[in-house]
C-alpha cells in the first residue's frame, strides 16, 4: 500500500489572526486544492512547495518550530487531504489540532477544534455537520451578501461574521454592514483578520 504523502503549500508560524483562537501562537500548515474558486481568496493553493509523509512533517514541525505545539491545518481545502490517521498521528505526538474549512467535506475526527467558514451551499455544510459541534462558523461577508438564519446552520460554540478585506486593505462598507447584522441578531460576532491589520503573516 501506497504511503499517504502530503501536498503542502507552505509551512510556517504565526499568530492566529481570526475567530476565538486569535492571538495564539500556531503552526500553519496549508495544504494544497480547493473544491472551490471563491474571487476573494488570497491563497495559491495550486502551488506545491513540498509533498511529505506524516512522520516527515513531523520531523520537520520539530526540527524548525520546537516550542510550539499548536497545528493549524489549512489550505485551500484541507480535507481533501487530512485524514483520520494523519490527525490521529500528530495527536499521539502531542500536538493540538485546528482545522479551517469550507464545510463541503466532513473533517476526519480527533481535532481539537474546527472552523467552518461557508462560502456557498451551506446547506450541504449543515447536512455534513448535523451531529458535530464545532468551535466556530466563521461567515466571509461583502456588503449585501445574504446570511442564513442561525437555527438553519451546524452548531458551534462561536458565530462571527468576518468582513471580506481587498487584499490588506479594511473595507469600511463590508465591516458596516455586518455591524447592522449584528445588530439584527447579536449572536453574531465580529472576526477581523488581525494579522492583515497589523502587518503579520
Known amino acids: 500500500m501506497m504511503e499517504h504523502r502530503l501536498r503542502i503549500v507552505e509551512l510556517f508560524q504565526s499568530l492566529?489572526?481570526?475567530?476565538?483562537?486569535?492571538?495564539r501562537l500556531m503552526i500553519f500548515?496549508?495544504?494544497?486544492?480547493?473544491?472551490?474558486?471563491?474571487?476573494?481568496?488570497?491563497?495559491?493553493?495550486?502551488?506545491?512547495?513540498?509533498?511529505?509523509?506524516?512522520e516527515e512533517l513531523l520531523e520537520e514541525i520539530k526540527q524548525r518550530f520546537p516550542n510550539c505545539k499548536n497545528l493549524l491545518w489549512t489550505g485551500?481545502?484541507?480535507?481533501?487531504?487530512?485524514?483520520?490517521e494523519?490527525?490521529?498521528f500528530f495527536k499521539s505526538a502531542g500536538y493540538w489540532q485546528a482545522?479551517?474549512?469550507n464545510g463541503l467535506v466532513p473533517a476526519p475526527?480527533?481535532?481539537d477544534y474546527i472552523t467552518l467558514s461557508p462560502k456557498v451551499k451551506w446547506e450541504k455544510v449543515t447536512e455534513n455537520y448535523h451531529n458535530r459541534v464545532v468551535g466556530e462558523l466563521r461567515f466571509p461577508i461583502a456588503e449585501g451578501?445574504?446570511?442564513?438564519?442561525?437555527?438553519?446552520?451546524?452548531?458551534?460554540?462561536?458565530?462571527?461574521?468576518?468582513?471580506?478585506?481587498?487584499g490588506d486593505r479594511v473595507v469600511a462598507e463590508n465591516i458596516g454592514y455586518c455591524q447592522q447584522l449584528i445588530e439584527e441578531d447579536p449572536r453574531w460576532s465580529l472576526s477581523l483578520q488581525m494579522h492583515k491589520l497589523i502587518g503579520i503573516r
Open 16 to 23: 492566529q489572526g481570526e475567530g476565538a483562537n486569535s492571538g
Open 29 to 54: 500548515i496549508r495544504l494544497t486544492g480547493c473544491n472551490l474558486r471563491c474571487d476573494f481568496c488570497d491563497t495559491a493553493f495550486d502551488r506545491v512547495e513540498m509533498e511529505c509523509t506524516s
Open 76 to 84: 485551500g481545502e484541507p480535507t481533501l487531504q487530512l485524514t483520520e
Open 86 to 88: 494523519v490527525v490521529e
Open 99 to 101: 482545522l479551517e474549512s
Open 109 to 111: 475526527r480527533g481535532l
Open 145 to 166: 451578501d445574504p446570511l442564513p438564519e442561525i437555527e438553519r446552520l451546524p452548531k458551534a460554540m462561536h458565530y462571527y461574521l468576518s468582513p471580506i478585506f481587498d
